[in-house]
């Protein structure tokens, strides 16, 4: 079994910067994709970023620039940094692991953390 523990959300104002890690522990594939996403009241879930185990990374053009995902592979955990964050950027940020490759690849989801950003 996969869990995703999650850490670092919380209160920051409008041009401020949070991190957050996420590791995972239980039987983790060597190839996988870590990555975070988000959820703001009353919209869809969306992603924000994601990174590979082979060091490819992915973001939504609404935070590039802005946040950086990275990953310690010897932790198995991965982390968000997130700089000159905006009132929008507030949501429930999620974790999640894709572990394996397709089509064997499972999903796994952390429990979630709220980031909220005052203007």
């Known amino acids: 079994q996969v869990q995703l523990l999650e850490s670092g959300g919380g209160l920051v104002q409008a041009g401020g910067s949070l991190r957050l890690s996420c590791a995972a522990s239980?039987?983790?594939?060597?190839?996988?994709?870590m990555g975070w996403y988000r959820q703001a009241p009353g919209k869809q879930r969306e992603l924000v970023a994601t990174?590979?185990?082979?060091?490819?990374?992915n973001y939504a053009d609404s935070v590039k620039g802005r946040f950086t995902i990275s990953r310690d592979n010897t932790k198995n955990t991965v982390y968000l940094q997130m700089n000159s964050l905006k009132p929008e950027d507030t949501a429930v940020y999620y974790c999640r692991l894709l572990n394996g490759v397709s089509p064997y690849r499972v999903s796994y989801w952390g429990q979630g953390t709220q980031v909220t950003v005052s203007s």
């Open positions: 990174d590979s185990s082979v060091g490819s990374t």
């Open positions: 239980g039987s983790i594939f060597g190839i996988n994709t």
